[in-house]
């Protein structure tokens, strides 16, 4: 166990309206990231950050942004959600020692 | 960005049964790890295995890097081995996951 919180985890929205989901974790690590699981496509990657207030995009990045003002929380916002974003969301952690992911368990984001 | 990819698809096993699956990556990477997400969608790690072997009970994984795939042994399958089965690669800050394998084993 990472020590690693997705907040809410479930959650039901119209289009049009912003969301924000937060990651949460307990041990101090440098890395973060956010990903998106679709059927058929996997884990991929929207945002990382590598450390406070330092972020970058990953490949599908479109239609989201991120914040990171605290170690332990990674913010990851939806400014105007549309249906196409609707996907199961999964934080994750670096640990730098070994340069092993770790994953916390996710946010089911449905936008109708 | 690097290309990930995995076989089989989908894979359906009786129970006691050995299987092997692949992963394939495009490009030199730093690391890889082999991960099985559940039935309720919870992410597990398996392996963290950049090159070499590696056993863990009923699983082993090996990653010949300098040919760029890694395979992963199920021995005795069991119904709670049913799932996904994802590899990543990482080069940089950066993580590739390929499309993974659906693995059903039938009591």
């Known amino acids: 166990d990472a020590g690693i919180t997705q907040s809410p985890r479930h959650k039901v929205t119209e289009t049009g309206t912003p969301v924000t989901l937060r990651c949460h974790q307990t041990e101090n690590h440098r890395y973060m990231y956010w990903y998106r699981q679709d059927p058929g496509h996997g884990l991929r990657l929207i945002h990382y950050?590598?450390?406070?207030?330092?972020?970058d995009k990953g490949e599908v990045s479109d239609g989201y942004s991120v914040s990171r003002s605290k170690t332990e929380d990674f913010l990851l916002t939806l400014e105007s959600a549309t249906s196409s974003q609707t996907s199961v969301y999964f934080c994750a952690i670096r640990d730098r020692t070994y340069n092993e992911q770790f994953f916390g368990p996710g946010t089911r984001l449905t936008v109708l | 960005g690097i290309q990930v990819e995995q076989s089989p698809p989908d894979l359906i096993l009786q129970e006691g049964a050995n299987s092997t699956l692949r992963c394939n990556f495009s490009d030199s990477v730093n690391n890889l790890q082999w991960f099985h997400q559940n039935p309720w969608g919870q992410l597990i790690n398996l392996f963290y295995?950049?090159?070499g072997t590696k056993q863990n009970g009923r699983l082993s994984a090996t990653t010949v890097a300098t040919e760029r795939y890694s395979l992963l042994y199920i021995s005795s399958s069991q119904t709670t081995d049913s799932g996904v089965y994802f590899c990543?690669?990482?080069?940089?800050?950066?993580?590739?996951f390929g499309t993974g394998t659906s693995l059903t084993v039938i009591p």
């Open positions: 950050s590598y450390g406070v207030k330092d972020t």
């Open positions: 990543a690669v990482n080069t940089g800050n950066q993580f590739y």
């Open positions: 295995i950049p090159s």
